[in-house]
C-alpha cells in the first residue's frame, strides 16, 4: 500500500496537470484551476478516512474539517458577521474531527465498502451537491470539482494496486486486488449504504449539459494541443543556445 506522503504528491501531481490543461483551454479560470487541483488532492486521500491507525486517520480527518470550514466561511452568502461566520465555521470543524471521525473508526473497515470504485463515485456525486448547494458554485464548476475528487479517489486506489505488486521479487502480493475493486462484496450492508447515497446524491445534482456540450466543442480540443506542446523552440531556450554559441566563439 502506497504511504501518505506517496498519495498526496501523485494526486497532487496529476490533478495539477489535469487542472493545468483545463485551464489552458480556456474550460475554467484560474482561480478554479486551483480549486480542481486541490480537489483532486482532497480525493487522493479520501479513500483512507477508515484507517483504523491513530495517528494518520486523525491528520486525514483534521485536513478534511479544516478545508470543509474554511470553504463554508468564504463561501456562505449568509448575513453574518465575521465573528458569527467563524464561530460557525469552528463547530463545523469540530464537528467533522471528533464525532464524525469516531463514527468511522468504529463503524468502518479499513479497505472496505470507503475503498472502491462505488465509494470514488459517491464521494464525487457528494462533491458535487456540496460545491452547488452549499457552497454556491456554479453548476459547471461544481461538476469538474466532483469529476477531480472522483480521479483523485481513482488514482489512490490504482497506486495502492500498484504497490501490491512487489516488481523487484516478481510477486504479487496478499493485498493485491483488494484497492481497486467495484464494490466490497464481503460487506454488503456498508455497500448498499454507499450505493444509495451516490444515487441520492445524483437526485440533488445540477444539470450537466453545459459542461458536456464544453467538453465536446472542437474549438477547446484545438486549444489543449496548441498549448500542451512548446511550438518550435521557445524563447528561452533560444537565449541558452546563443549564450552558449557566443561562449565557444570567444574560445
Known sequence: MANFNTHVTGAAAFSGLLSTMFLKADLVALPDAFLLAFSGVVGGILPDIDLKYSHPSKIVFTTLAVIISLAWVFSSNAPLSVVELWIFGLLLFLFIRYPVWAAFDKFTVHRGSL?????????????????????NQAADVAWLTGVFVFIGCIFHLTLDEIYSVDFMDQRIKRSFGSAMKLVDMDRIVPSSVVILITFLAWIFTPPSGGLLQQLTEPEYHEKLFDNFLPNGIPDYLQSVISIGQNSRVKE
Not at 115 to 135: E, R, Y
Open 115 to 135: 475503498h472502491s470504485i462505488a465509494a470514488a463515485c459517491m464521494f464525487g456525486m457528494g462533491t458535487v451537491v456540496l460545491a452547488f448547494q452549499c457552497f
